[in-house]
């Protein structure tokens, strides 16, 4: 009898360690390395020119005068890296590096670009994330390991655009998420100012939010094994990845900005890194815009009051 509980207990175990090998496996695959729409890059142009009308002027403008240019870099693990940059129309040292979401890439952040380079004459620099745009590697990096890559971009700036330069970085949704992870790093003193526009708090509870919505899952035991998995994997791992407890360590402005009807990336998040981080600071929750809509429903507003924010640290 005891043989046979031992035998029936190993087992059990077995099945146990392959149900949550398995489970790990497809999770990580599901939210790491999903069907990207960011590597269709004549589909993304599409969709921003019939989702944003008012930046077709601009973009064919950078495209006809060759303005709108390509640069590589390659990463310490060897990935080579991809970002559109453009100068600003009148010679200047303001300059803005904007960090799109997940499955996105930088030509889906062109409206952002709008904002910045045409009705601000800002400089800007929109990089593809991992696994993104032209950019390679082979999983989403929800933001952690993109703060590194993203501090390699802020390093090559001043050769795009000169010594002088004063920088803010405005990220949306995961790019928000890398703009808060990367604003607890020490920094260049011409990085003045960060812009987040909702950004998740660690993709610990991001994470732990999909489980439960898409399949009904509490964290334990999947979330544990699927993290153990990617810090394997990866590097990292999900609860590290916490951009509550990089911005309670950055000292330079951050404006904050969510949407009151975000479901994706909940509207609560925002109240969250905004506690933890220090002055200055400023908030503006948009009423009735979801996730990542804010521009979108309140173009001039999102623009006056983007530029009202950095004109305060970048003169």
Request: glycine share 6%; proline share 5%; aromatic share 14%.
């Amino acid at each position: 009898m005891k043989k046979r509980i031992a035998i029936g207990t190993g087992i059990f175990l077995l099945v146990l360690v392959g149900l949550l090998a398995g489970g790990s496996i497809y999770m990580i695959n599901f939210s790491l390395r999903p069907e990207n729409r960011g590597k269709d890059m004549e589909g993304s142009f599409t969709f921003m020119r019939e989702k944003y009308p008012q930046i077709i002027p601009w973009v064919d403008s950078l495209q006809n005068h060759h303005a709108l240019r390509d640069t590589f870099i390659i990463s310490p693990d060897g990935i080579r890296m991809h970002a559109f940059y453009a100068r600003a129309m009148k010679p200047t040292s303001h300059t803005a590096i904007i960090v799109h979401g997940y499955t996105d890439n930088a030509i889906r952040m062109f409206h952002i670009g709008y904002l910045y380079n045409h009705s601000l004459n800002y400089n800007i620099l929109l990089p593809d994330l991992r696994y993104t745009g032209l950019s390679e590697g082979d999983a989403i990096q929800m933001g952690w390991l993109d703060r590194k890559d993203v501090m390699q971009w802020i390093d090559i700036a001043p050769a795009l655009f000169g010594d002088s330069l004063q920088a803010v970085v405005h990220g949306i949704s995961m790019g928000a998420a890398t703009t808060m992870m990367l604003s607890g790093e020490k920094l260049p003193a011409y990085i003045r100012c960060f812009v987040e526009d909702c950004g998740y708090t660690s993709v610990w509870d991001q994470f732990q939010k999909e489980l439960k919505e898409q399949f009904g899952l509490p964290a334990f035991p999947l979330l544990y094994t699927a993290s153990w998995l990617c810090e394997w994997q990866n590097g990292w791992n999900f609860k590290e990845a916490s951009a509550v407890k990089q911005v309670a360590k950055c000292q330079k402005p951050m404006f904050f900005i969510h949407g009151d009807k975000d479901n994706f990336v909940p509207t609560y998040m925002v109240h969250k890194v905004y506690e933890a981080k220090p002055q200055p600071k400023e908030l503006w929750i948009v009423p009735g815009a979801d996730h990542a809509t804010s521009y979108f429903y309140y173009p001039e507003e999102y623009t006056s009051r983007v530029e009202h924010f950095i004109k305060k640290y970048i003169p």
